[in-house]
């Protein structure tokens, strides 16, 4: 692949979007390489965890790539729209949990990418905006739908009528990251945060994803029921019973996600 890059480290996938030079934007063939990525390895049982992150300091992602926009003819726009939305969904559905290390500003598609994820952490330097009313659209990967549901309506409608920048602080103030980070300790938190989300269970991982996911879309006793469906599944594996013998023998349990 040309511009993304991936590792694998305690069982945490590294996706990194690999194109500096363009301000990490999202072309067509980074869409298509993303979606390739990220197919493998929702199929791979040892994968528990996927950080998403961009390559150098200046920015995480500028978001979808303008000069390739301005050369579309009017009809193919719907389609490259399409793309991009259907990519950022994939990360939203992918099965384990997912986070967000942004080491750097986040615009337009590259701030809904990143809603996308589960969890968020940023540099200090990190800035966030849905800048897509300046250029007389409306963001169309998610925005409207994911930041109004992680920071509140009036907050999201201001932020997208305006299209203003919120610095890391008040991303962190209003619950859109979890932590701010030195740039250089920005890996090290992440690891520090993935460790400790893989050493417990492989499929209670799962399975508490998609019961959180799928719960706050619904009422509270729906969301009880999903619950309740998501937890049966974690009944019969060998983790579980794992699981009960570490507690008993006071030892660290070895997940096997079985």
């Excluded at 298509?32 to 990525?37: F, L, N, R, V």
């Excluded at 890996?187 to 959180?212: C, F, H, R």
Aim: some cysteine; hydrophobic content about 40%; charged content about 30%.
């Amino acid at each position: 692949m040309d511009f993304i890059r991936t590792h694998v480290k305690n069982h945490t996938a590294w996706l990194t979007i690999d194109r500096p030079e363009a301000a990490n934007a999202l072309s067509r063939q980074v869409l298509e390489e993303i979606t390739d990525t990220l197919e493998s390895l929702a199929i791979d049982q040892d994968i528990r965890a996927l950080v998403i992150t961009g390559a150098g300091e200046k920015v995480f992602s500028a978001g979808a790539d303008l000069k390739e926009r301005r050369e579309l003819p009017v009809e193919e726009v719907p389609f490259a729209v399409k793309r991009i939305r259907e990519t950022i969904d994939a990360v939203a559905a992918f099965p384990v949990p997912t986070v967000c290390a942004l080491n750097g500003p986040a615009f337009g598609g590259g701030f809904e990418l990143a809603l996308a994820c589960d969890i968020r952490l940023c540099t200090k330097e990190t800035t966030f905006a849905l800048t897509e009313t300046t250029l007389a659209i409306i963001p169309g990967a998610g925005g409207t739908q994911r930041l109004p549901r992680e920071i509140g309506p009036a907050r999201a409608k201001e932020m997208i009528f305006t299209g203003k920048k919120i610095d890391a602080e008040k991303a962190l103030d209003w619950g859109l990251v979890t932590a701010v980070c030195d740039k250089d300790s920005l890996t090290v938190e992440v690891e520090a945060l993935t460790d400790k989300m893989v050493s417990n269970g492989p499929v209670a991982l799962k399975q508490a994803k998609y019961a959180i996911n799928q719960g706050v879309q619904t009422d509270l006793t729906t969301g009880i029921a999903i619950e309740a469906k998501a937890y049966e599944v974690t009944i019969p594996t060998r983790d579980r019973l794992e699981g009960l013998e570490a507690f008993k023998e006071k030892r660290k349990p070895e997940y096997t996600g079985k």
